[in-house]
């Protein structure tokens, strides 16, 4: 859920707005009786399994970077994304390393999982790490947010931005963190999951990544967070 372009909010970081209008059948309920109910929603959930996209605007420039594909998450702390467009990318935590291979560059990047943690707010929520109502400011939703180019001089029109059934909340970090100036979900008023993620960082950079064919609690085999890359692959290590 990667100005890095593996990292969660460009995912990896993890969603979802013009107006705060909930379905006529939803209840009504304020910023921070979503973040609370979405908080026990995600501490009550095992595995998810979902399919993704995700653009992402640079700030500064026009670069557009798309992506698509499958995520799967596994408690405690296992988590993998694989990107199947624009190029293979495949990014694995096993609980303990981070493994973020990019077919294009035929290289494996590996990192400690500890330090994702602390950096990767999408890594951090999604696996359990971090708190909602601890972590964040939670608030409206803004009147008009900054929602990525598509590729094209417009932007993203309301019929395609509009997710119907959710709660839209902004997040913003308590203590200033080094990848997230806020953040808006939209979260399903069933299920309480967040069917989108739109990041904005500190310098302007946009990410939104959405969800869908979301299943909770599936089965998962736990080979699934092992990734050998192909024999030509560099491997580099921090």
């Known amino acids: 859920m990667l100005h890095k372009t593996a990292?969660?909010?460009?995912?990896?970081?993890s969603i979802f707005f013009l107006t705060c209008i909930p379905p006529v059948h939803a209840k009504i309920l304020s910023p921070m009786e979503v973040a609370e109910r979405l908080q026990h929603?995600?501490?009550?959930?095992?595995?998810?399994?979902?399919?993704?996209?995700?653009?992402?605007?640079?700030?500064?420039?026009?670069?557009?970077?798309?992506g698509a594909g499958n995520m799967t998450l596994l408690k405690p702390g296992k988590l993998r994304w694989d990107y199947h467009t624009p190029d293979k990318q495949v990014i694995v935590c096993d609980g303990k390393k981070f493994f973020m291979y990019f077919a294009k560059n035929k290289q494996m990047?590996?990192?400690?999982?500890?330090?994702?943690?602390?950096?990767?707010?999408?890594?951090?929520?999604?696996?359990?790490?971090g708190n909602i109502t601890r972590d964040f400011e939670v608030m409206p939703p803004d009147q008009d947010i900054p929602f990525p180019q598509n590729g094209s001089s417009t932007t993203i029109q309301e019929e395609d931005l509009a997710l119907e059934?959710?709660?839209?909340?902004?997040?913003?970090?308590?203590?200033?963190?080094?990848?997230?100036?806020?953040?808006?979900?939209?979260?399903?008023?069933?299920?309480?999951?967040?069917?989108?993620?739109?990041?904005?960082?500190?310098?302007?950079s946009i990410t939104d990544l959405q969800f869908r064919d979301i299943?909770?609690?599936?089965?998962?085999?736990?080979?699934?967070f092992s990734y050998t890359p192909p024999p030509d692959t560099e491997i580099i290590e921090n």
């Open 41 to 66: 929603t995600y501490e009550n959930t095992k595995s998810i399994t979902a399919v993704f996209s995700q653009v992402t605007t640079i700030a500064m420039s026009r670069r557009v970077r798309k």
């Open 165 to 204: 059934d959710s709660h839209v909340i902004k997040l913003v970090p308590k203590q200033p963190h080094p990848q997230v100036d806020y953040l808006h979900l939209w979260v399903d008023t069933t299920s309480f999951l967040i069917r989108r993620l739109l990041i904005v960082d500190q310098f302007g």
């Open 7 to 13: 990292s969660f909010y460009t995912v990896l970081l």
């Open 109 to 129: 990047l590996i990192a400690k999982a500890t330090d994702y943690i602390k950096s990767d707010v999408t890594y951090s929520f999604f696996t359990g790490a």
């Open 215 to 224: 299943s909770i609690n599936p089965t998962i085999s736990e080979k699934l």
